[in-house]
Nanobody
Framework: QVQLVESGGGLVQPGGSLRLSCAASGSSFSIYAWGWYRQAPGKQRELVAAITSGRSTKYADSVKGRFTISRDNVKNTVYLQMNSLKPEDTAVYYC????????WGQGTQVTVSS
């Protein structure tokens, strides 16, 4: 079973940046489309960015132009570069395939606050 380990979250001021990483165990990383999801308190988990095996990307309207998803098939890692962060970006961020096939990891908390 693939294990997903997210990291890179933290507390950042509005307008700041963070880079999230997601390391996936297993040998089939490169064949999957991957996504970054987030869940804010009291809200459902939502997909914010996705990348196909061919590296095509798509983004939720709320993060378009501010977030960038990328992948490293050698390191079995997916990244999310987040710029111009807003308080409404505060959430626990998770990665998984798109759609989500594997058990969810612990996620990484992102808090945007002054």
């Amino acid at each position: 079973q693939v294990q997903l380990v997210e990291s890179g979250g933290g507390l950042v001021q509005p307008g700041g940046s963070l880079r999230l990483s997601c390391a996936a165990s297993g040998s089939s990383f490169s064949i999957y489309a991957w996504g970054w999801y987030r869940q804010a308190p009291g809200k459902q988990r939502e997909l914010v960015a996705a990348i196909t095996s061919g590296r095509s990307t798509k983004y939720a309207d709320s993060v378009k132009g501010r977030f960038t998803i990328s992948r490293d098939n050698v390191k079995n890692t997916v990244y999310l570069q987040m710029n111009s962060l807003k308080p409404e970006d505060t959430a626990v961020y998770y990665c998984n395939t798109n759609p989500g096939f594997f058990d969810w990891g612990q996620g990484t908390q992102v808090t945007v606050s002054s």
